[in-house]
């Protein structure tokens, strides 16, 4: 019978060592808005359309200047992925790719609060992530949903820190 | 009888694990508002401090959220995104709400 422990241990280590994988759904991060059209808003006019009007119509945005001279509104998308847990040596970890689509709308204003600039940028980008117990790392986003680097990029001025 | 009773417990605690949180929204959360009417010390004392101020006070941003009840105010503002709302009021220079608007951000209607 020793052949039958054998197949046992060997089946055991097996499913141990095995990952399982499973599906990443499609859908929105869930701290990411979700009203970020594809493209500059078709009621957002240069020259026209004034801070409170873009508010009324996107609400409050998810990051803004100092001064209020931009705003920025962004979305991300998770596209789905895959993703596989790993169990072996009595510990757990796992691996996943993923891509995700990011949305941002930059909204630059005059001093009489009017749209001067409107810019869209929409970017999907394949990003992994990996962690084994309680360590872990992800790829970084490659478009900032908080507008953290707004500034520098676009050359406009400082994030207002709420 | 001891039976019986563990039974009713155990039902009960079963039960118990399926029921969810009774809503705290309310309907008439934003009834009062009223263009040309309600003044911002109204919209703080029915809603407390606002999430965002822009224009120096002359817009102010809630977070809204909502169960059967009906809505609820989010609490201090976070990075994200946590409910459907935002809520955008606009005043004059005499502090009079001149315009609102309830913008869904999330789980939009599709």
């Known amino acids: 019978m020793r052949w039958v422990r054998t197949i046992a241990v060997a089946g055991a280590a097996s ?35 004034t801070r409170e009007e873009v508010m009324m119509r996107l ?18 998308y998770g596209l789905g992925g895959m993703g596989l847990v790993v169990f072996a040596g009595g510990g757990a970890g796992g691996v996943a790719g993923w891509q995700t689509r990011y949305r941002r709308l930059i909204l630059r204003f005059d001093e009489l ?37 707004t500034p520098a990029t676009h050359g406009l001025s400082a994030k207002r820190r709420w | 009888m001891i039976s019986r009773t563990f039974l009713l417990v155990a039902l ?26 309600t003044t911002r010390e109204d919209v703080m004392l029915h809603l407390a401090e606002p999430s965002a101020i822009f224009e120096g006070g002359r ?11 009906g809505y609820t105010i989010a ?28 913008v869904r951000v999330k789980e939009l209607l599709q």
């Open chain 1, 59 to 76: 609400g409050e945005p998810d990051a803004v200047a100092v001064d209020d001279s931009w705003l920025a509104y962004a979305s991300a």
């Open chain 2, 59 to 69: 817009i102010i941003t809630y977070r809204l959220d909502e169960d059967e009840g």
């Open chain 2, 12 to 37: 009960v605690a079963a039960l118990a694990g399926c029921a969810s949180t009774p809503p705290i929204g309310k309907k008439d959360l934003l009834t009062f508002l009223h263009d040309g009417k």
């Open chain 2, 75 to 102: 609490g201090a503002r976070t990075q994200g995104w946590c409910c459907k709302y935002s809520l955008v009021l606009s005043f004059d220079e005499k502090g009079v709400l001149r315009r609102h608007s309830l």
């Open chain 1, 113 to 149: 609060g009017v749209v001067s600039h409107p810019n869209f940028e929409s970017k999907t980008c394949t990003e992994y992530g990996g962690g084994m117990g309680a360590k872990g790392d992800y790829t970084k986003p490659c478009l900032d949903i908080w507008g953290e680097d």
């Open chain 1, 15 to 49: 499913a141990l060592l095995a990952g399982c994988p499973f599906p990443i759904p499609s859908g929105y991060e869930f701290i990411s808005r979700e009203n970020v059209g594809d493209g500059v808003p078709v009621f957002i006019k240069t020259g026209i359309t």
